[in-house]
């Protein structure tokens, strides 16, 4: 996955997104989202896009905290240490969603006191090929391994994916806004509300240019 991938999806994940389970099978993470502003070719009741995204290959994954409150979510784990399943939905702190970005873990997760660490198979002496790191509710978590992968459904997203699912999700995005108030006004969609802009006359010639 390049760079521009990553910067793509720490946005569409982190404007709106929620954390919305984890899964562990021996070795192999999944870390699932909702409401990502990725377009969705498969469901034509909406336009946002549910992913998935796998770390495998000498995986790690820790959680910081300040507060025993903070991780009782744990509590809803099925399974056993090396294999389990956790359902929830959390929010994202938005633009706090990083890939293969130390300086980020290094300046926010120094303010929490406490790590729980559940898969470790770097000990400190290298770190993994990829890792994801972001904010959730007054917890920091923590994610690597050697390969990764991101899924939508069944498949897998490539960086050209990426790249025109988002560039999709935003042409709907600004044609939302355009017919607003407008007889063709789209059923009302709370992503594109979090964000509104206002499209004068002046730019009705520009967004005409793109076909929505």
Same mark, same amino acid.
């Given at each position: 996955?390049?760079?521009?991938?990553?910067?793509?999806?720490?946005?569409?994940?982190?404007?709106?997104?929620?954390?919305?389970?984890?899964?562990?099978?021996?070795?192999?993470?999944?870390?699932?989202?909702?409401?990502?502003?990725?377009?969705?070719?498969?469901?034509? =009741?909406?336009?946002?896009? *549910? $992913?998935?995204?796998? %770390?495998?290959? /000498? #995986? !790690?994954?820790?959680?910081?905290?300040? &507060?025993?409150?903070?991780?009782?979510?744990?509590?809803?784990?099925?399974?056993?240490?090396?294999?389990?399943?956790?359902?929830?939905?959390?929010?994202?702190?938005?633009?706090?969603?990083?890939?293969?970005?130390?300086?980020?873990?290094?300046?926010?997760?120094?303010?929490?006191?406490?790590?729980?660490?559940?898969?470790?198979?770097?000990?400190?002496?290298?770190?993994?090929?990829?890792?994801? =790191?972001?904010?959730?509710? *007054? $917890?920091?978590?923590? %994610?690597?391994? /050697? #390969? !990764?992968?991101?899924?939508?459904?069944? &498949?897998?997203?490539?960086?050209?994916?990426?790249?025109?699912?988002?560039?999709?999700?935003?042409?709907?995005?600004?044609?939302?806004?355009?017919?607003?108030?407008?007889?063709?006004?789209?059923?009302?969609?709370?992503?594109?509300?979090?964000?509104?802009?206002?499209?004068?006359?002046?730019?009705?010639?520009?967004?005409?240019?793109?076909?929505?």
């Amino acid at each position: 996955m390049n760079s521009k991938s990553y910067l793509i999806l720490e946005d569409v994940i982190s404007d709106a997104g929620k954390w919305t389970s984890l899964e562990l099978v021996n070795d192999t993470i999944y870390i699932d989202f909702s409401s990502v502003e990725l377009f969705n070719n498969n469901d034509s =009741s909406r336009f946002d896009s *549910d $992913i998935s995204i796998r %770390f495998s290959d /000498n #995986s !790690l994954f820790s959680i910081f905290y300040n &507060n025993k409150e903070d991780i009782d979510f744990l509590n809803l784990i099925k399974g056993n240490d090396d294999n389990f399943s956790i359902e929830f939905n959390k929010n994202l702190e938005k633009n706090k969603f990083k890939f293969q970005n130390m300086d980020f873990i290094n300046s926010e997760f120094s303010k929490f006191k406490n790590e729980m660490i559940f898969l470790d198979n770097f000990n400190n002496k290298d770190n993994p090929d990829f890792i994801l =790191s972001f904010l959730s509710e *007054d $917890i920091g978590l923590c %994610f690597g391994g /050697n #390969s !990764l992968n991101v899924y939508m459904g069944l &498949n897998e997203l490539t960086d050209n994916d990426i790249l025109i699912l988002s560039n999709k999700w935003a042409q709907y995005y600004l044609s939302y806004w355009k017919n607003k108030g407008t007889r063709k006004e789209y059923d009302y969609d709370a992503i594109c509300e979090l964000n509104p802009i206002n499209i004068n006359k002046k730019s009705i010639n520009l967004f005409n240019k793109f076909k929505f």
